[in-house]
């Protein structure tokens, strides 16, 4: 098989939380070993409550470095923005 190149954003809109968060798990991860420094989460806006989960997820995941709400242009509330570990 031949290699892909990564893919620098992640769409979980209208995915279960419990989906959702397992689909993260693994982008992270491979994120991370494909050599990102910075991802983008599509969350959807909504409820808030994916936004909320995928957050919190962040806040605790050990390949992240930071984490924050995207800006206007960048999706606003419906897009966190991800730093990722150093390697």
């Known amino acids: 098989m ?4 990564p ?3 992640l769409h979980l809109r209208q995915l279960t939380i ?7 798990d693994r982008y992270l991860n491979d994120a ?3 050599g990102l420094s ?15 989960a995928v957050r919190e997820q962040l806040a605790r995941h050990p390949l ?6 995207a800006i206007y242009g960048e999706g606003g509330e419906g897009v966190t923005i ?3 570990a150093k390697r």
């Open 64 to 69: 992240v470095r930071a984490y924050r709400p």
């Open 32 to 34: 991370f070993m494909a």
């Open 38 to 52: 910075q991802v983008k989460i599509i969350h959807g806006k909504g409820t808030g409550a994916l936004r909320q």
């Open 7 to 9: 893919i620098e954003e």
């Open 18 to 24: 419990d989906d959702a968060l397992f689909k993260l």
């Open 82 to 84: 991800v730093e990722l």
């Open 2 to 5: 031949g290699k892909t190149e």
